[in-house]
């Protein structure tokens, strides 16, 4: 059992960048493959990039490789998604999730709360 709180989203600019924090608690973090995913209005939630468990492996969708780095430092219990030339279409909701499996499973089994991230142009 894990529980993930998430912060760091905002107002920003095209262009802009902006970092996202999740700090994990209540359970092992190193067990935990870890994935980042958003949800934008009227549209389905959508993988961002995941992570393994030692942060050797990485994943990310197309519209965001190049631009976006996850990262994680399990001895502070926290995982990262630094964001960089943000574009319009990346305003959404963005969530941390945990996952005992593959890092690009479709099993993620806790859910943070949810940031606001809104790039305007």
């Known amino acids: 059992q894990v529980q993930l709180a998430e912060s760091g989203g905002g107002l920003v600019q095209a262009g802009d960048s902006l970092g996202l924090s999740c700090a994990a608690s209540?359970?092992?973090?190193?067990?935990?493959?870890m994935g980042w995913f958003r949800q934008a209005p009227g549209n389905e939630r959508e993988f961002v990039a995941s992570i393994n468990w030692s942060g050797a492996v990485t994943y990310y969708a197309d519209s965001v490789k190049g631009r976006f780095t996850i990262s994680r430092d399990n001895a502070k219990n926290a995982l990262y998604l630094q964001m960089n030339n943000l574009k319009p279409e990346d305003t959404a909701i963005y969530y941390c999730?945990?996952?005992?499996?593959?890092?690009?499973?479709?099993?993620?089994?806790?859910w943070g709360q949810g940031t606001q991230v809104t790039v305007c142009s």
């Open positions: 999730a945990a996952t005992s499996g593959h890092a690009h499973s479709n099993d993620y089994d806790y």
């Open positions: 209540g359970g092992t973090f190193s067990n935990y493959a």
